[in-house]
């Protein structure tokens, strides 16, 4: 915060505010887009568990493994440049989702998104602390930027919803795919509004910072193919399970990747993250919670979005209002955040909101998931208070996870420790879909396996049918019936089977479909369930391990406190974006 900004060119001073304020609004709807559609990506690509996981996780990976050198890109070369870079591949990665005619190519959509929105994210808010020199107005700066960036999250899944219901063209007779699915109006209006922001930073004002930066090219690389490796093994387990040599393979080379990572930003002059904070113990603690609890917050987002459009079948409008309810308490409540980070213990503040997270999760998990309302199933509307609950949860714990850890560390360290917990923070973020799909999944196979072979044996099928079934997971038959079935009698054929004899068993496996799709859906709940209680007690560890961190027993200097109020107050908004 101490470093050198150079001004650069003439600009205008209004473009450079209303440019930065719009692609951080850009980014937080694409950002927010996946975990509002999540459900309805299941149905309309007829995705594997794997599949859907990759489509949910890869924005955020793409957000998470560049975090820390896009800033240092943006002061090295020239903020400005890299909003137009930004505003570009948010474009790229929009309309190629709104294409997407399959889940691998809306999985690369994913990642350009995220690369997009990774770099929107840090480079708007610099661009407007640059020309806002003076600590306390900086910090009046942040907080509307904040405003900004909450006003996308609310928007994303009021959009998501607004579009799926009043856009989408059916299919010309019943069953038949949608003629156009209204999601993908919610892209190409996300990609239209990059537009708008790459035309008005055309003239907004330059800035750097380059004196004395160097990019950690070796860190950078470790650390980014390192984590897309275990993301990568935690993805396929969900289908091939963590045995798999795949898996194990990938898992063995992310975490010789992540150690050599270590290694060298021991070894660096200027490292991607300074280990030296971990040596603090008040600042690991709060390290560790900002992966654990923000896990929790994603993880109860991601099943609510499958379990509610997915397998309750419920409208993508339904979700985009419970999503409302999850975000729309960050937005409300920004000032009496603010209040209560400067005028209570920021701990306290931290530890009460990974517990409003925790209630929500443990209520959550006592649903009954995975059977349509219509037949039975938990309204959608019982979802509201406890997605409250989380909404409130998550808006206490935005902006104190940063305040307490730049509260633990000397005043010349606040800007490498705030930067450092929002990594920590994202990479729980990207953790929250990725391990909670393969609790799912994983769970909900294992449940299934059983009822599905009684299933398929009460049906007439022979033992070699029933065991050619029995791999398959439940979302499958629950996504994409018609490919299981086509499969089967595929394999039914080329091993010889007789014609007469394939199709008595697909009439007899299609007769059994509503009481397998029963079970799969109900297995799935069970697994969500899971996620649920998983993240109810990540929540709970989490605010457990609060009530270690220790206050910073040395008083800071006026011009810490003047620096430590705008990391406050960047702090708060920073979370905001999930």
């Known amino acids: ?34 975990g509002a559609l999540s459900g309805t990506f299941a149905v309309e690509f007829h995705t594997s568990g794997a599949g859907l996981t990759w489509i949910a996780g890869m924005f955020l990976m793409g957000i998470v493994v560049f975090e820390l050198s896009w800033g240092l890109l943006g002061d090295m070369f020239g903020r400005k440049k890299l909003l137009y870079v930004g505003a570009v591949v948010s474009i790229v990665g929009s309309v190629m989702a709104a294409m997407a005619p399959t889940t691998g190519v809306m999985i690369v959509a ?36 904040a405003g900004f960036l909450s006003l996308g999250a609310v928007i994303s899944p009021m959009l998501a919803g607004f579009t799926a219901q009043f856009f989408t063209v059916p299919g010309s007779a019943p069953g038949a795919p949608n003629a156009f ?75 010789v990747l992540l150690v050599a990572f270590v290694v060298i930003e021991s070894r660096t002059a200027q490292p991607l993250i300074h280990l030296s904070l971990f040596k603090n113990r008040s600042y690991s603690i709060t390290g560790i919670v900002a992966v654990t609890g923000m896990f929790a917050f994603l993880g109860i987002c991601f099943s609510t979005s499958v379990a509610v459009s997915g397998l309750a079948l419920a409208e993508t409008w339904k979700v985009g209002v419970l ?16 209040w209560l980070i400067h005028h209570v213990a920021p701990r306290w503040v931290l530890t009460a909101g990974f517990a409003f997270m925790a209630v929500s999760g443990f209520w959550l998990s006592t649903f009954a998931l995975g059977t349509p309302e219509t037949f039975g199933g938990t309204p959608w509307t019982a979802f509201i208070p406890p997605l409250l609950l989380l909404g409130i949860g998550f808006a206490l714990t935005v902006g104190s996870v940063t305040a307490v850890a730049i509260n633990t560390v000397a005043a010349q360290q606040i800007g490498m420790a705030s930067a450092t917990t929002n990594l920590l923070r994202d990479l729980g973020f990207a953790l929250g879909p990725v391990i909670g799909s393969a609790i799912a999944f994983g769970i909900g196979a294992t449940v299934f396996a059983g009822p599905l072979a009684g299933s398929l ?72 369930q899971a996620v649920y209680l998983s993240a109810g007690i990540a929540a709970t560890v989490s605010a457990v391990l609060t009530l270690f961190i220790s206050a910073r027993s040395s008083a800071p200097t006026p011009d810490a406190i003047a620096e430590t109020t705008e990391a406050s107050a960047e702090a708060a908004v920073q979370d905001l974006r999930r």
């Open 323 to 338: 999503f409302v309810f999850i975000q729309g308490p960050a937005f409300a409540f920004i000032p009496v955040v603010g």
């Open 181 to 255: 699915s209204g999601w993908r109006a919610a892209y190409l209006l996300a990609a239209a509004v990059a537009v708008v922001v790459l035309l008005i930073a055309v003239r907004a004002k330059d800035s750097a910072a380059a004196e004395g930066r160097k990019l950690d090219l070796p860190g950078q690389l470790t650390l980014a193919v390192g984590l897309i490796a275990v993301l990568y093994a935690t993805v396929t387990a969900v289908d091939a399970g963590f045995g798999s040599a795949q898996v194990v393979a990938s898992y063995i080379a992310g975490g």
């Open 457 to 528: 044996g009460a049906a007439g099928l022979p033992a070699d049918a029933v065991a050619g079934l029995a791999h398959v997971p439940p979302l499958g038959f629950l996504s994409g019936w018609d490919g299981v079935v086509a499969q089967f009698s595929g394999q039914a054929a080329a091993s010889g089977a007789p014609a007469q004899a394939v199709d008595g068993m697909v009439k007899a496996l299609v007769a059994a479909k509503p009481h397998i799709q029963g079970v799969a859906g109900t297995s799935l709940g069970q697994g969500f």
């Open 110 to 145: 994913q990642a350009i998104g995220g690369i997009g929105a990774g770099i929107l994210f840090p480079i708007s808010l610099s661009m407007i602390a640059a020309i806002t020199p003076d600590h306390r107005a900086r910090a009046k700066v942040i907080a509307t930027w």
């Open 1 to 34: 915060m101490s470093q050198t900004i150079s001004l650069q060119g003439r600009g205008s001073v209004r473009a450079t505010f209303v440019a930065a304020y719009s692609a951080v609004t850009l980014a937080q709807i694409t950002n927010a887009l996946p």
